[in-house]
């Protein structure tokens, strides 16, 4: 069952809920990502959706988050309403840091990052430690080039036009109850897919960063394979306590790759317990 959105918020024809953005035209938006924000409280909290949706991703997440948080919520370039920038993780990153010194509550924030959103996420932290607070990442990936990597994008283009076709009740049964969206095809081009997994840029290692970060990596898998690399999120761990001991990394085996849409109210928690220090939700072990 979805949670009713929080008051003051527009409910628009796909299901998804979301605030006025504070980005007005198109101008700005060549300045500016397009983002929504929810909330007033004393403390910002970034959500960075993965690839090929929106920020309209986090919608059953946020009804779960504390009100006194102060969420910004924006579209990565290349996705949502920020279509007209191209994406790259560089350009992302420096986009999310205008963001955040532009509208964050003094000019800092905790970073909640999934998928392609990690990326990003550990990216921005890299480069510009000042205005992070701390992190919490799930689904984060490495890319490595192969003999296959120049196929990738047109195997996704194919699976996100495959994938909508089939119904969501039988998608939902076959993820653990995840509620899956069906993706924009306007969205999902092979231009897109290009720049996300762009053949003759393979993904690298990130530098070392300075913020207390908790990664975690989902560990159900089965019919779909589902299940995050636990070799991944252990090896960033390892960079990421060159700067901070307190970084870790974690799985949940009931857990599938998508699930902030599987388990919303979990995910909320998880964020919460280490934006506040407190212990994580039953479930986790650490790696």
């Avoid at 975690?216 to 089965?222: E, S």
């Amino acid at each position: 069952m979805r949670v009713a959105p929080p008051e003051h918020t527009v409910t628009n024809k796909s299901g998804f809920y979301n605030i006025e953005s504070t980005c007005n035209s198109s101008h700005s938006m060549s300045l500016e990502l397009y983002h929504t924000t929810h909330n007033a409280g004393p403390t910002t909290v970034v959500l960075i959706h993965g690839a090929l949706v929106s920020g309209l991703y986090w919608d059953l997440v946020i009804p779960h988050l504390p009100t006194s948080y102060h969420l910004l919520v924006p579209d990565l370039p290349g996705h949502g309403k920020s279509q007209s920038t191209q994406f790259s993780i560089d350009v992302a990153s420096r986009m999310i840091a205008q963001l955040i010194r532009t509208h964050a509550i003094n000019g800092s924030a905790h970073i909640i990052g999934h998928s392609l959103g990690a990326q990003v996420a550990i990216r921005l932290a890299s480069t510009d430690p000042d205005i992070i607070n701390s992190i919490f990442i799930s689904g984060y990936g490495m890319f490595p080039r192969t003999s296959i990597t120049p196929y990738i994008p047109y195997a996704a283009w194919t699976m996100c036009r495959v994938e909508n076709c089939l119904a969501r009740p039988l998608i939902s049964w076959a993820m653990d109850g995840a509620d899956i969206p069906r993706i924009d095809t306007n969205v999902c081009t092979i231009d897109l897919c290009r720049q996300i997994v762009a053949p003759e840029n393979p993904t690298e290692w990130p530098a070392p960063w300075p913020a207390r970060t908790l990664i975690v990596a989902a560990g159900k898998g089965g019919l779909i394979p589902t299940k995050d690399s636990l070799h991944d999120a252990v090896k960033l761990m390892e960079i990421g306590r060159e700067l901070n001991e307190e970084t870790v990394a974690c799985t949940h085996l009931s857990m599938r790759h998508p699930w902030n849409r599987q388990a919303p109210r979990l995910f909320a928690e998880t964020a919460r317990a280490w934006f506040e220090s407190k212990e994580l939700p039953e479930g986790f072990v650490k790696l």
